[in-house]
């Protein structure tokens, strides 16, 4: 018996240091227990920014600080790498919170700022400008706008970017079909066979992103286009006709073999392997060496209805760092974001200006004249409109929508599966945004 | 033994006497060894207390509780969170996964470390150099491998894809259909994993009884029955030794299927129960939830453990 309550016990020790190892590390979670500037950490005259470097900004963003540090002997930034893409970033600073060491700066997406926003983990960055003599009245104002929240603005625009319609001109060609893109997601079907036929075996009419990589946020396009969408407010619409439709045509298209879904669209497109790609402007980067001819069109937007998301990241500033570092912080986010750097940042990446100033700036002006692809993301942006709060303000809610997408594109019946979803996204916002809305 | 006053004052015991050289009671030993001993065993009792029960204790606290990751505070919710769970539709799922690859990581990757081992007990020529290779993945980072392997597994480029284009059969789509992302996730633990049940089988072999394989083969055994009769039984504390650590390691797969799968594909398609942990706790942001389901794995790794532990000490009894 002492054998086996020996090697029990070891067992039992070790089973439960993998059991509770992952949770553990998410810190206690106790009452009280918010992270104040006391406990955060850092330095007053160096800023800490957080960032996964979007579309591949590193270089951008080292030469932004650079400039910014000449400008301000006093203060020193330090880029941190924080993850591969806005979840791990958003993941990082969860665990500052627990931790204590706190960014001065980072990056939160359109899915991940709302729950900071809710629990008080970011500042009222507006009212951080305001204190500091900064302006904030020159950012594209449906982009500022995105992170209102009870009056309050929770991050500046940076990284921001919509969804765009890549084609492959040469494919196009071949189809016979006209180089532009579809006027509506039912036109594309009927361009998909001659797509499919004139591409060949092995390779897709349309690449979409997988339910894992951000299908959830392409897939409102569609989803818009036919009249449907995630929610009204904070009422899920999965059931809704419109929605319905979309789902049903997502699964025709599998079913024909018109779609593939990948972990890395872009970079399936760019390797040729499908004639169309539903993805972000800040791809656009990305796609300067492809080896075809490379088209870039609004999303389909049948009868004028707005059908595109706008999406990627902006800037936020803790809210338990010390007043000088929020100070500071503000100063480095303003320069950020500023025209000239506006410029520098869209020409390197392919992502939006977020400044109405950055289009006058001499060198954005020829870059988009020489660069009509980039132009499309700029025409398109009043045709945008605010993503549907089940994907972006409920916590999980993109992944929760992404794996029910998954399930569609692989067979599942649509009805059931979007039923299905509608119940998990109100289970989700009862249990963890409700008790928390102040009206 | 010198007599001692203390000695020669006690009354003489009853019934038979000691043996010679038998260990000295508890209550004999000298306050010294006992304050040396404590002295040895604190600083690892305090890191065990330190590190892993008090956050054990911890997350069987907050599994009690609403917490989302990001809030300061957190609400005490009785039995809500193991409610939920239990009426999870995914859950049954996540088990099945769960089950399916520690079953397979655990049974595979013995079986064949053993039978690698057993070959290269042999007297081979190169067999060191194909030891070295054999360990060489258990010491790469699950990262790592996880990203080495989707290029073999890439349905586009990758080289399983070419292996089955030369022989003209069509590649599933590993990351797309549930059942072959699991295959493919498995596959590429067990070909991490080799090594190190490889290794220890071969230390094991190298310290058996060969005197007894002889005296089998001389009594006329076959190999099969000197394999299972004579060759197994020495293996057995090898054997209990393998099976949990390698099931400890095998639930605790995070890495591999977080890079190559991320959990998908649709949803749950690789998703075992510590990648839900770190899903509903990194992910969806309900640390509470998250907490409610390792305390959940906890148990079940409990129950197996001590299972396992009753069946090996029964069997070597046995013997």
């Known amino acids: 018996m002492s054998d086996l309550t020996r090697r029990g016990f070891l067992g039992v020790a070790g089973g439960a240091a993998l059991a509770t190892g992952l949770a553990a590390c998410a810190g206690t979670g106790s009452e009280g227990g918010s992270s104040g500037s006391a406990k955060a950490g850092g330095s007053s005259n160096t800023i800490d920014f957080w960032s996964n470097h979007p579309g591949k900004s590193k270089e951008a963003e080292q030469k932004i600080i650079a400039d910014f540090e000449k400008a301000n002997p006093g203060l020193k930034v330090k880029l941190t790498d924080a993850g591969k893409d806005y979840e791990e970033v958003a993941q990082k600073f969860n665990a500052a919170l627990a931790g204590g060491s706190l960014p001065d700066v980072v990056v939160a997406s359109d899915v991940t700022w709302f729950n900071f926003a809710l629990n008080n983990r970011f500042a009222d960055v507006g009212a951080l400008f305001e204190q500091n003599g900064l302006s904030t009245s020159d950012y594209v104002d449906g982009l500022y706008a995105d992170y209102l929240y009870e009056n309050k603005h929770y991050a500046i625009p940076y990284a921001r970017s919509t969804v765009v319609f890549y084609y492959n001109k040469d494919v196009f060609k071949k189809a016979g079909l006209p180089d532009r893109s579809p006027e509506s997601w039912d036109e594309f079907t009927q361009w998909a066979p001659k797509l499919q036929s004139a591409i060949g075996g092995g390779k897709s009419a349309l690449i979409l992103d997988d339910g894992a990589n951000y299908l959830d946020w392409t897939f409102q396009a569609i989803a818009w286009s036919y009249g449907g969408g995630y929610s009204k407010e904070w009422t899920p619409t999965f059931t809704d006709a419109g929605t319905l439709k979309a789902g049903q045509v997502l699964q025709d298209w599998a079913k024909k073999k018109y779609v593939k879904t990948s972990a890395d669209s872009a970079s399936d497109f760019s390797a040729g392997l499908g004639a169309v790609l539903l993805e972000s402007t800040g791809n656009l980067g990305g796609f300067k060496d492809v080896k075809f001819d490379l088209g870039v069109g609004f999303v389909p937007a049948p009868n004028g209805v707005k059908c595109c998301p706008t999406g990627g990241a902006g800037v936020a500033i803790p809210s338990g760092i010390s007043a000088e570092r929020q100070k500071n912080a503000a100063k480095f986010v303003e320069f950020l974001t500023n025209a000239k750097n506006t410029a520098t940042f869209t020409q390197a990446t392919g992502y939006m200006p977020v400044r109405k100033s950055a289009l006058q700036e001499p060198s954005e002006a020829a870059y988009l004249k020489q660069n009509p692809n980039f132009k499309v993301a700029v025409d398109q942006l009043p045709k945008t409109r605010p993503q549907d709060y089940a994907r972006v303000f409920v916590p999980g809610g993109g992944a929760d929508i992404g794996q029910a997408l998954d399930k569609i594109v692989a067979g599942s019946d649509v009805k059931s599966t979007f039923s299905d979803l509608g119940g998990t996204i109100t289970a989700a916002y009862n249990s963890q945004v409700k008790p928390k809305l102040k009206s | ?319």
């Open chain 2, 1 to 319: 033994m010198t007599a001692t006053p203390q000695s020669s004052s006690v009354a003489p015991r009853s019934g038979p006497p000691e043996p010679v050289g038998a260990p000295p009671k508890r209550s004999g030993r000298p306050y010294g060894e006992w304050l040396l001993a404590a002295l040895l065993l604190l600083p690892n009792l305090a890191l065990l207390v330190i590190f892993t029960y008090r956050p054990l204790a911890d997350n069987i606290r907050l599994s009690f509780t609403d917490w989302n990751i990001s809030a300061p505070v957190a609400h005490y919710i009785g039995f809500d969170n193991y409610k939920t769970w239990w009426h999870d539709p995914n859950a049954h799922e996540v088990l099945k996964n769960t089950l399916i690859f520690t079953v397979a990581t655990v049974g595979i990757s013995m079986a064949l470390g053993l039978a690698l081992a057993i070959l290269l007990d042999q007297q081979l020529r190169g067999r060191n150099l194909v030891r070295s290779a054999i360990f060489a993945p258990f010491v790469i980072s699950g990262a790592a491998v996880g990203i080495a392997f989707q290029f073999v597994f890439d349905p586009n480029f990758g080289m399983i894809r070419d292996l089955f284009d030369r022989v003209g059969i069509t590649v599933p789509d590993f990351y797309q259909r549930p059942g072959w992302a699991l295959f493919m996730v498995t596959a590429t633990y067990i070909w991490k994993n080799l090594g190190y049940t490889f290794v220890i089988y071969l230390a094991a072999l190298q310290g058996r009884r060969a005197d007894l394989d002889e005296a089998a083969e001389i009594d006329g055994a076959s190999a099969w029955r000197r394999f299972t009769k004579v060759l197994l039984p020495q293996l057995r504390p090898t054997t209990f030794f393998l099976s949990i650590t390698v099931l400890l390691n095998s639930v605790q797969v995070f890495d591999i299927i977080n890079v190559m799968t991320r959990g998908g594909p649709q949803g749950y398609g690789t998703t075992t129960l510590v990648y839900q942990v770190y899903r509903e706790t990194f992910v969806n942001s309900r640390a509470g939830y998250g907490a409610t389901i390792a305390t959940i794995m906890f148990l079940i790794l409990l129950v197996i453990t001590v299972v396992q532990v009753r069946v090996m000490d029964r069997g070597m009894r046995r013997d």
